[in-house]
């Protein structure tokens, strides 16, 4: 197998495509930028040289503008007399609010405003104002084509501008003054700014201060309607008010009198006297529990003749109260006596006896006490009764009011109401009277128009900038294309990476005149010739000195290309004999037969037995370049109809030897695929150390592929530039019985200055100048 660069699918060259996994190239693997920005280097310089012309010309052809601006700050706070309430000295603008300023400076009627005050109406150069040249151009075309329009349509032209009424006119002033305007709020503060832009300077100036004197008169007159308006509402709710608070204050007075409601300090009296009698039935009712409760005490005590219970009770008496002491006093001493003298003691039985006379007065004195808790306990029972029906005589009267005494409570709310609404109305009234005696706006200006120095457009060293930047991406874009479009072979690394096959070496581009060689004719040792010196076999005769370079021109940078392909075969093919090399291309004109005839003489050159044989049946322009006479070769010998030392021919200068490619029959498309074929190719073998066979394009015919199992190796010719890479990708993975066997690729007609632009090392201007001095003779010209 021969020694191929393999390039596997998880390089990073290629990519992933689909769920097969099938490798395929990816364009930016291995993409120089450095070299493709050199290659496109003029492009990109010339694309950027008419965008910077393209600027000139709009800079010269443009008319200067002039910009004023004015600063208008709109107070977010207002104090004092201007606070419309006690708490809008703290309030701010909102987003909505400012929005709103910023709509009426962009205002239809704060333009007209403008326009009428300069008369700008009547000013032709700033309704109708001359335009550039090429606007100017614009127009002139345009209104040629109108008013060929018009003439057909029988329509009367379009009157000027000037001709116009006023008011069209001032629409149109309008307008431009809303078209030039530019309004916006600086940062997040309230500070606005105003700016008009113009042709003239001083008129620029005149409309940014007249816009600023428009907005505070509007200003002043949108507060001073709205006040007055509101002045006007108020005072007709206000007579509306007053008159609703006398009627409703009128209707309660009379319902009052209508339904018997006599009232004191906010109340019915009626009210007031059961709130009372009710009062007093709680106390009445408190007195009757603590006198029954007093009498039934005392009588169970009496009936029970409990006489502790009699000494423990506290009654307003003050005989109890005597005898109560002095039964205790000798309850004490018996107590006493008893412990000392015991109970049978004189003294503790006369102590005894003096308890109980105690006792039976004290129970005397409670059944006097009897009768009198028992009528209070009547007299508070005769009170509650009175009260209780006091309060229902006057539930009776209560019952009767409650219904007259709702709709008074509404009569009363609703007057109450009116004649708060009317003391409100009245005093707003009165602060919208004081306000208006205030001419004081929310916005001042802090910032007066002047008259601009400089223009403001066009801005010539940033115009020149984005042309520049213009110019230079649309050449970009064009070099990016150009490199896009650029699908053929230029450098080793593109053979390498995106073929997977060996670069062999880079064969320059030769311009040479047409005709035979000049080039002396030394005798070779091995040729044959009669008794009076004429060879002996049949010779070729080059009429294309480009089939010869290599013997005219041994020490030439294509000589030295031509033996890099030699050595590339003396390391694959090392002391072996017989060796067959096919050369092939994709396409006719790649060069694959010149490169051909000059790797077949420069082996025949070193005295290696060498058969160049033109494979190229159906146009065998090798044969017709190196043989005047007949053309009998390949196919003939292998139909039988000519022997095989009688056609091949010998190249005087190097001993080659040639095989035409014979008389064309019907037989020729099936020709390498024959056993003829192979017992030819087997005979020559033993013969020569070295058979090259020039075949057709691989792109059109199979004749390449049909020989392949005949061929040792293959070189392909590819043209510098033009051979597209996909095509070469496509042929050597759909036919691996070739691409097997390839050698490398030679690129072809390779112009060395333009090389250098792709990274090459060859086409270095460095590499170039020390070159010379080895390739003496080298090429007197390169192809542009």
């Keep these: 197998m021969l020694n191929r660069a393999k390039v596997q699918m998880s390089d990073p060259v290629f990519e992933e495509d689909g769920p097969s996994g099938r490798g395929i190239p990816n364009p930016l ?203 006007n509402w108020m005072e007709e709710r206000i007579r509306d008010l007053r008159a609703q608070s006398l009627s409703a204050d009128e209707a309660v007075q009379k319902y009052k009198a209508d339904n018997n409601l006599v009232a004191a300090s906010g109340r019915l009296l009626d009210d007031q006297t059961l709130t009372d ?84 007065l004290i129970f005397a004195e409670l059944g006097n006490l009897l009768p009198g808790y028992e009528s209070d306990v009547t007299i508070a029972r005769s009170q509650v009764t009175s009260v209780e029906n006091t309060i229902d005589q006057l539930r009776q009267t209560s ?43 929310d916005a001042r200006v802090i910032s007066d128009a002047s008259i601009p120095t400089a223009p403001s457009s066009p801005k010539k060293p940033l115009t020149l900038a984005i042309f520049l930047i213009l110019g230079g991406a649309i050449g970009l874009g064009i070099g990016l294309i150009r490199e896009w479009r650029d699908r053929g ?13 060996e670069f062999i ?59 890099a392909l030699r050595f590339k075969m003396s390391t694959e093919f090392p002391k072996r004999k017989g060796i067959v090399i096919g050369m092939v291309s994709m396409f006719p004109d790649e060069g694959k037969t010149t490169i051909a005839k000059n790797l077949a003489s420069s082996i025949a050159l070193q005295g290696t037995s060498t058969m160049l044989i033109d494979g190229d049946l159906r146009n065998p322009s090798l044969t017709a370049s190196l043989l005047s006479g007949p053309k009998t070769g390949l196919v003939d010998v292998l139909s039988g109809r000519a022997n095989l030392a009688d056609v091949t021919a010998h190249e005087p200068e190097t001993g080659l030897s040639f095989l035409a490619a014979g008389t064309r029959t019907r037989a020729i498309a099936d020709i390498f695929g024959s056993a003829k074929a192979q017992e030819l190719i087997d005979h020559l073998r033993r013969q020569h150390d070295v058979i090259i ?5 691989v792109g059109a015919l199979t004749d390449a592929m049909a020989a392949a199992s005949m061929v040792d190796g293959y070189f392909f010719v590819a043209h510098w530039g033009k051979t597209p890479r996909h095509v070469i990708r496509e042929f050597t993975e759909n036919h691996p019985e070739v691409t097997d066997k390839v050698l490398g690729v030679v690129l072809n007609k390779v112009d060395l200055k333009k090389l250098g632009r792709y990274g090459s090392y060859q086409g270095n201007p460095e590499y170039a100048k020390y070159a010379q001095k080895y390739f003496a003779t080298s090429i007197p010209a390169n192809r542009a």
């Design 29 to 231: 693997a291995g993409f120089d930028f450095v070299a493709a920005f050199r290659r496109q280097f003029w492009v990109l310089v010339g694309a950027t040289s008419v965008g910077v012309l393209v600027g000139l010309v709009y800079l010269a052809q443009a008319i200067p503008t002039y910009t004023s601006s004015v600063s208008i700050l709109i107070d977010a706070r207002k104090v004092g007399m201007t606070a419309a309430t006690p708490l809008e000295g703290s309030l701010t603008f909102e987003a909505g609010a400012i929005d709103s300023q910023l709509q009426i400076l962009m205002s239809d009627k704060l333009a007209g405003a403008v326009a009428t005050r300069l008369g700008l109406q009547n000013n032709q150069a700033f309704i109708d104002p001359p335009g550039s040249f090429l606007s100017e151009l614009k127009s002139d075309v345009t209104g040629a084509l109108r008013s060929g329009i018009n003439w057909v349509r029988g329509t009367a032209p379009s009157p000027e501008v000037m001709d116009l009424p006023e008011p069209f006119r001032l629409l149109i002033a309008s307008r431009r003054l809303q078209s030039n305007l530019q309004v916006g709020r600086i940062g997040r503060t309230y500070v606005f700014s105003v700016s008009y832009t113009d042709r003239d300077p001083a008129l620029a100036q005149s409309i940014a201060g007249q816009y600023s004197n428009a907005y505070l008169e509007d200003q002043l007159d949108s507060k001073f309607d709205a006040t007055r308006r509101a002045t």
């Design 277 to 360: 009698a009710t009062t007093r039935l709680t106390v009445a009712q408190n007195a009757l529990d603590e006198a029954s409760a007093r009498y039934q005490r005392l009588k169970q005590i009496v009936d029970n003749q409990d006489v502790n219970a009699s000494l423990t009770e506290s009654f307003e008496n003050p005989n109890i109260a005597q005898l109560r002491a002095r039964y205790l006093q000798s309850a004490k001493l018996e107590s006493e006596i008893s412990a000392q003298y015991g109970t049978d003691h004189q003294a503790a039985q006369k102590a005894r006896r003096d308890m109980a006379e105690y006792t039976r």
């Design 399 to 441: 019952a009767v009011n409650d219904t007259a005494m709702v709709k008074l409570r509404s009569l009363e709310q609703e007057s109450e109401t009116l004649k708060v609404l009317y003391s409100t109305f009245l005093q707003k009234a009165q602060e919208m009277q004081q306000q208006q005696s205030f001419p004081v706006t």
């Design 489 to 501: 072979l230029r450098t080793a690394t593109q053979i390498r990476d995106e073929l997977g096959l």
């Design 505 to 563: 070496a880079n064969i320059p581009v030769i311009d040479l005149p047409v005709g035979p060689s000049s080039a002396p004719r030394p005798r070779q040792p091995g040729e044959l010739r009669s008794a009076d010196g004429a060879p002996m076999r049949r010779q070729t005769v080059s009429s294309d000195r480009m089939l010869q370079r290599v013997v005219d021109d041994p020490f030439s940078q294509f000589a030295e290309s031509i033996r």
């Design 693 to 697: 066979i020039d075949f057709p394009p």
